[in-house]
Every structure is written in C-alpha cells, then in structure tokens.
C-alpha cells in the first residue's frame, strides 16, 4: 500500500496563507497584463508545496477477520422446561455455520442471573464497546428476551442484530402480582395487601375465564381461602400475630389445562410484615413512697414507646389523720376501672412494694390472675412487705407467683450473680459487667432481701444473699409473672460500690414481661445474609439443643446439626438449595422464614417476547424469530441491505462483512528533495522573470 501523506514545516496555517497570497499574485498580473504571469504563480505554489511537506508512505496492508457476538442468555427463566434444549441446539447450529465462513471470529457472552434480574442492555453493551466498530459483522442473541435493563440497551449497533427467542408463541402464564404491601404493621390490628392475578400469553379460553383459588398462610398456618378472578386487584386484609417478622404466605395451585403453564413459581409470595405494639400500656402501683420509688417510673418514661399509668398509695385505709376525703388534691384510686373493666388494655402491671391494705377487694386479684392467665403480665418488686401479714402471696395473687416467702428477711450487704439459668437466659446473660468466673469483677452490693422458696417450675436467674433466689421469673397459662425480691436495685443506679446495669435489667425484665421476641428463652432465630444464606440460631436454657429439621418449598427435608457457641445458645451456617419458603422446626418451636423472593424477578414474565429489546433489531436490520420454527440459515450481505428474509428452506439471518484491515511497516520517504524543490522554484522564477523580460524589451521596441 503506497500513498501521499503531508507533514508541514510551518503549519497549515502559514502554508494556506504562502498558497493564498500565489494565487492572488497571479491574478494581479493576469488583470496587469503581465507576461510570465502563471509561471511566477506556479513558483508561489510551488514554495506553498514544498513547505506543506509532501511525502509517500508505503506499508503492508494486513486483512483483519469480522466479529460476530454470540449472546447466551443463561438466566434463570431460560431454564423453564424446553428453552435450555433450545438455547444450545441453537447456539451450537450458529457456531457450525459462522465456522464456514472465512476471516471470521465469534465472540460468545453469557448473561446470567443478576441481582436486578437479566441484564441483557448492559452486557451487550459492553460486548459492543470490546470490539472495534470496523469489525463487528453482527450480533445473534439467543434468548426469552425478558431484559430487566431496558435503559441500559444501545440505540444502535454497527451491524445487524438478531433476536432468536426460546419457546413457544403458544406458552401462556399465571402469576400473583403483590401489588402492595406493608413492611410494618401494629399487633392485632389489620393491614392491607393488594393481589391480583394477571395472564400472560396464549391463555387457553377455559383457564382465562376460571378464577384462582388463593390461599393465605400467616407463619405457615392456614388463615383463609378465596377466589380471585384475573385481572381484578383485591385488598387482603392480614392481622399480625406478634411481635417481630409475621410471614405472610399467598399462592394458588397451578391451572389444569391440556397445555400446562410455563411454571408455577410465580403462583405466589411470601411477604414479611414486622408485627409492632402501638403502644406497650404499663399501669405501676406503688405501695409506698421508699427511696427506688421513682425507679421504674424514670425507667418507662424514658421509653417513647411506653404510655404508663402510675399511681402511689400516700394514703392507706388504716391511716387516720382526720383530713376529709373532699379536701386532699390527690385523685382517688380507681380500682373498679383498672381491674375490672380495663385490665386488658395493659399489657404489664407492676406491683412495687405494694401491701395487701384493703385498697383492693379478693375479687381484684382474682381477675388480675384470669388476667395473667389469659396472656396477661405481672411483675413484682418486693420489699420487707412480702415477708410480712400483708404480703402478696397472702391474696389470690399468690397463686401465680413465681416464689412463696418464708417470712425472713437477709438485712445484710450482698452481691448479686448470675445463675447457670441466668448466664443462658436472654434477659441476664450477657448483662454489662458481669461476674466472670475466675475474676475478682463483681456488680454493687444491694443491702436487703426476702427469702422465697421458688416454685419448681420457675427459673431462678440471679441469687443474693446465702445463694438465696433473688430474681425469678415464670410463665402461668399464656402470661408471664418476674419477682424481684429486693428494693435496693436503685443502689446500682447511684453507683454505690461501683454501681452495676440497672436500668438494662430493668428493661429486659419488662420487656420480657410484655412477650417482647429479642427476649425469649426458648427460640429459634434465622438471620438471612444474602439471598440464601442463613445463620440459624437456637436459644434454649437447656444444656443441648437438637438438630433442626427444615423443610423445603418441595416437601422434602433436611437435617442441620447445631454447635454450642455460648450458654444457651446454639448456631449453624446453613446455605438453601434455591428461594422460596422454608420451615424449620425444633421440637415444638417452628420458623419460617422467606429466603429471596418467593416469586423472583425472573419469573414475574415467562412468555419468550422480544418487546423488551426495544427496537434494536428493528434499527439495524436485524431479525426477531421464534427458535421453534427451526434454526435459521445464515448468509452474508452487504451493508445497507435487507440481513433477514424467508427462503425456500425457512428463515434465514445475515451478517455484514466488514472487510476491515491493518497496515503495518509504514516507511516515510519525502515526495522530492529539498535541492529538487529548491531548483523547480528557481526555475519557475527565472522563467517568469525572462518572460516578463522579454515581453519588456519587445513592448521598447
């Protein structure tokens, strides 16, 4: 290959300018009459030349091969039944027939599963900006054509681009569309999610005109089932059980039809609501006024979530200072509404220091009792009362607490500890600054007590004096009865002897109380890290836990063996085989829990279509075509010409070569020398001049 380069030595500004001012010359001396006058041009032009540089470049010319970009789409709606047959039948026809073709390479891109879904747009995207533009001679995608990036798809390509598109024009789809759904909803109290059912393709006029038979499961139990026909949204009102994570469960089973549906994994959804309380309503009732009084009152104040109701006994029956009732400012006591028409609406009571005085009649207590039993709360915060003729377990309270006092009282300094229950049990183990075995580490010293004889059914989760039982805690019928038998917690919170977590208890004893999930002694936890990863924990006070069994969205079971990581609690690393809704089941605790989308992105539309691909093969002449008509031929086309068409044999699709090269081993040799220019340019002025000469003396003459 030999051409003609330029490599000015002034610039091509100044070189137009040399040119320019020849040309402008030669037309003064045409209009003059001037002989010589276009040798004396050609001179001008000449310096202009020889200052523009002219050289002659030869090089070897290198043909390049063209560049044909195989697409396989291998995400996880191509694994419907059918389409992974298709896609390789497919691709290994196309990769035969490119193979015949001289000077030509393929470039194949696999598109897999992506968080967001087939992201088609991007990776051919990508593939296109790999390549140089001059050598790519088309793009064949094989694929459903379900692109989750639309955006992200180029406008245009340098060659055609074909569209080979798995199953069939006659597949059709069900699916369940949550059209909206909460993510928080208050316990007991309803919330909406808005379905519907919604066909896609080649419906069969049986199936389209028959309703789906949805049902719900709120944490795998069954909760309703109702007909919902396609195309209408229906609001499904859900009620939260509890509080935490409530897994809501809507499917349906798949249509019976002659040709069945593309795939039943979008005939439902798991969608998880965080059942929460409105308000946790506490009623605090203190017997009398004493130095950690205001203890529980700043500890529920302080929590926003908390509305309490408290009231203090300044004023026994059996007090008698002659002051008429009428006169004191205080509010009286309003037993009857509190315990007899109003008790459900709290979910804790506290009795702090409270005497058996009177102030509330046999039948009180006996619905407070209904009221545990039921699934109600009570906590105790005894002093020297409960020893004594006018302790609570002296009245039909009595029955459900978790301690029965001996009458004695430990008037002595003491430190708190843990007890092998309380290292396991969620409300005292792991408490700040806990006692270590082995250590001289201690909490303050508290400087009184009750002795109790715990109830053998109880847990006995910290000691005090004598190794005597100084928090117990137990659960009667549905609800939950705490005994604190000391006053002096409040020593902590002064920092006496260096204090120790008084407020932290204090929460967790109520918040344990009022059922609250973090604080559950006997759990089974799933926290999912990933779409199918899960770190399965098991909270128990035994010494052991047993294995967890798991069953899968199939039907079939798995085993997972559990490791002690710390007292009470057992853990294992547990990875799911595929997304969907998983139970797992110890005993008599049972979780389920949704891992990924229980209809993923890739089913939400199944029906092979090339609509998402916008109008790509549109614009570059390309081809959509159904793979279940047959593989199409493969042929080359020029540029500009129709790539896709209909012969004899079927369909058939093009490629463009591009015939693009390379050169290499360019050499640079000067046009002329500069002696050579040097003595056109001499030459050309010497002439003019002699013309001009010539044409002077004969005009004398």
Known sequence: MTGLSFDPLLGWPLVAAIAGLAVLVTIWSLWRGLRGWALRGLAGLAVAAALAGPALESGIRNKLSDIVILLDDRSASQSLPGRTEQTDAALAGLERQLATLPDTEIRRVTVSDAEDGTLIGAALTRALAAEPQTRVAGVIAVTDGQSHDPAMLPKTAPAPVHVLLTGAPGDWDRRLVVEESPAYGLIDQPVTIRVRIEDQGAVPAAIAASPARLRVLIDGEQSRSLDLPPGIPLDLPVVPQHAGQNVVSIGFDAPVADTPELTDRNNSAAIQIQGVRDRLRVLLISGEPHAGERTWRNLLKSDTNVDLIHFTILRPPDKMDAVPVDEMSLIAFPTQELFLERIRDFDLIIFDRYKVRGILMPQYYDNIRRYVEEGGAVLVSAGPEMSSVESLNLSPLGAILPGRPTGRIYDQPFLPRLTEDGQRHPVTAGLPGAPREGSDSHWGRWLRMSQVIPDPRAQVVMTGAEDQPLLIMNRVGKGRVAMLNSDQVWLWGRGFEGGGPQLELLRRIAHWSMKEPELEEEALLADVSGDLSVTITRRTMAEIAKPVRITRPDGQTVTVELAPTGPGRFTARWTAPGPGLYRMTDGDITRVMALGPAAPREFEETVASGEKLGSLPEVTQGAVLHLSDGIPSLRTVR?????????????WIAITPR???????????????????????????LAGWLAEGRGWRLRRT
């Open 659 to 685: 015939g693009a090269s390379s050169t290499t081993g360019i050499t640079h040799r000067p046009l002329l020398p500069g002696w050579a220019w040097l003595a056109i340019i001499s030459g050309l002025a």
């Open 639 to 651: 540029e500009g010409r129709p790539a896709h068409g209909q012969g004899v044999s079927g369909d």
